[in-house]
């Protein structure tokens, strides 16, 4: 059992980091207002790599469990969807913006030879809220259709408390 809940975690873990890494890097390049192909295909794959590190290594399963029994919330209500959303959102979303924007800025910076008179602080702020409400959202919409189908692929009719 706990075996098959250790798969169901990494599934999870998986799909929600390319799910959230190919949203937010969608949106990051959009909203910057350059949008390229390579610096699109190059934020997807850091933000893949970075938001696996922090799946693999974050239990995201036992971490919202815990939050939603400390809160006294029932799995599956929607104030427990939202309160879920809201921590995964919380570990997911500040450090993939922080590490895109980072690029973004290097790569500005270096492109216009440090003459691009870009504001790093304002630049981060102004994606990380924009990626906060859209990275809200994702979790909110993908995480439990993503549940369902692991639990499904895995023989569990629901997740674990």
């Known amino acids: 059992m706990e075996n098959k809940m250790r798969l169901v975690g990494r599934d999870m873990s998986i799909k929600m980091g390319i799910t959230m890494s190919l949203c937010l890097s969608l949106i990051g390049t959009l909203t910057s207002g350059h949008f390229t192909i390579p610096g699109f295909l190059i934020s997807f794959v850091v933000s893949t790599i970075i938001s696996l590190i922090i799946g693999f290594v974050i239990p995201m399963g036992k971490v919202g ?3 939603l029994n400390k809160a006294g919330l ?3 209500t929607l104030p427990a969807r939202c309160l879920e959303s809201f921590v995964s959102d919380l570990i997911y979303t500040p450090l993939m913006t922080f ?39 994702i979790i909110f919409i993908v995480q439990p259709i993503f549940m369902r189908q692991t639990m499904k692929k895995y023989g569990k009719a629901e997740p674990e408390d």
């Open 99 to 137: 590490v895109m924007v980072f690029l973004a800025y290097q790569m500005a910076m270096k492109q216009s030879g440090g003459m691009a008179g870009l504001n790093f602080g304002k630049m981060f702020l102004g994606s990380l809220i924009i990626c906060f409400i859209a990275g809200f959202v």
């Open 74 to 76: 029932i799995r599956g």
């Open 65 to 67: 469990s815990a939050v």
